[in-house]
């Protein structure tokens, strides 16, 4: 694959469109526009919600129409072998998900989304809500200080809220003859031993709670020197981002408590 098979699309029209109804429905407060500059690039980390297709549209709008910021969205591999939604997500600014195809974006001078959590961070289970799962992936650190972008953390606070899970994926992972499925190779690595299996939520039409975004100062990257850098850099950042979940939070509480007087 090389890179002048990469195409960065982004559609304002399709992608206020897409968003204007989540936008009414969810009514999102966005904090901390101070620290946005869509002069230089950076790569923007953050929190993936349930499911990953309810505020992620508003983000990007919020970001691409608003802001002026072009973030290409780095989404799961999944997405690309649906016929039609594919060219949605093309034309929203999201690219597979690989390595070289991230390196060419930040090549044409793009800011990157990223959210390390991946499709497993979507695929929320019971008692999963705000859990960053990133596992061990320290690949868009590398890939920021590679191409000298600072980190942007932002987070996103209403979207696990908005489902109460009926059935846990997690009953059927527990179950004999399923791990048993999931030990055939093929079928094991087509269903990423169980991660891309979703719980199934008692309602369908989501909760209407008030969706908060907030975006925190640019982090240089530029300190850090060894792995044992980086990996204390990655501890610090999710922490940093726990705590503004935790503070968003208490201003949506303390919103509420004023519109309800």
Same mark, same amino acid.
Request: no cysteine.
């Given at each position: 694959?090389?890179?002048?098979?990469?195409?960065?699309?982004?559609?304002?029209?399709?992608?206020?469109? @897409?968003?204007?109804?989540?936008?009414?429905?969810?009514?999102?407060?966005?904090?901390?526009?101070?620290?946005?500059?869509?002069?230089?690039?950076?790569?923007?980390?953050?929190?993936?919600?349930?499911? &990953?297709?309810?505020?992620?549209?508003?983000?990007?709008?919020?970001?691409?129409?608003?802001?002026?910021?072009?973030?290409?969205?780095?989404?799961?591999?999944?997405?690309?072998?649906?016929?039609?939604?594919?060219?949605?997500?093309?034309?929203?600014? &999201?690219?597979?998900?690989?390595?070289?195809?991230?390196?060419?974006?930040?090549?044409?001078?793009?800011?990157?989304?990223?959210?390390?959590?991946?499709?497993?961070?979507?695929?929320?289970?019971?008692?999963?809500?705000?859990?960053? @799962?990133?596992?061990?992936?320290? &690949?868009?650190?590398?890939?920021?200080?590679?191409?000298?972008?600072?980190?942007?953390?932002?987070?996103?606070?209403?979207?696990?809220?908005?489902?109460?899970?009926?059935?846990?994926?997690?009953?059927?992972?527990? #179950?004999?003859?399923? #791990?048993?499925?999931?030990?055939?190779?093929?079928? &094991?690595?087509?269903?990423? #031993?169980?991660?891309?299996?979703?719980?199934?939520?008692?309602?369908?039409?989501?909760?209407?709670?008030?969706?908060?975004?907030?975006?925190?100062?640019?982090?240089?990257?530029?300190?850090?020197?060894?792995?044992?850098?980086?990996?204390?850099?990655?501890?610090?950042?999710?922490?940093?981002?726990?705590?503004?979940?935790?503070?968003?939070?208490?201003?949506?509480?303390?919103?509420?408590?004023?519109?309800?007087?």
């Amino acid at each position: 694959m090389t890179s002048k098979h990469l195409e960065i699309k982004h559609n304002s029209k399709l992608l206020r469109a @897409i968003s204007a109804l989540q936008r009414y429905y969810f009514r999102p407060t966005f904090l901390g526009a101070e620290n946005l500059n869509s002069e230089k690039p950076a790569m923007y980390v953050g929190n993936h919600t349930i499911y &990953g297709v309810l505020d992620s549209p508003i983000l990007i709008d919020y970001l691409f129409n608003e802001h002026k910021v072009a973030v290409v969205s780095l989404a799961d591999h999944m997405h690309f072998h649906i016929p039609i939604w594919k060219e949605v997500v093309k034309r929203v600014g &999201g690219v597979d998900g690989i390595q070289e195809y991230a390196k060419e974006a930040m090549r044409q001078g793009y800011s990157i989304l990223v959210f390390p959590g991946g499709g497993r961070e979507v695929i929320k289970r019971k008692g999963e809500a705000y859990q960053l @799962i990133w596992k061990q992936r320290f &690949g868009f650190l590398k890939l920021a200080q590679e191409f000298g972008y600072d980190i942007a953390p932002f987070v996103a606070l209403g979207g696990d809220e908005v489902f109460e899970l009926g059935f846990d994926v997690n009953v059927l992972l527990k #179950q004999k003859w399923f #791990q048993k499925l999931l030990s055939q190779p093929t079928m &094991g690595k087509f269903l990423r #031993q169980g991660e891309v299996i979703p719980s199934i939520p008692k309602n369908i039409i989501p909760k209407r709670i008030p969706f908060y975004f907030k975006f925190m100062p640019r982090l240089a990257i530029d300190q850090v020197e060894t792995m044992e850098d980086m990996i204390a850099f990655r501890d610090d950042l999710q922490q940093l981002i726990y705590m503004e979940i935790d503070n968003l939070k208490q201003i949506r509480e303390s919103d509420l408590t004023s519109n309800s007087k």
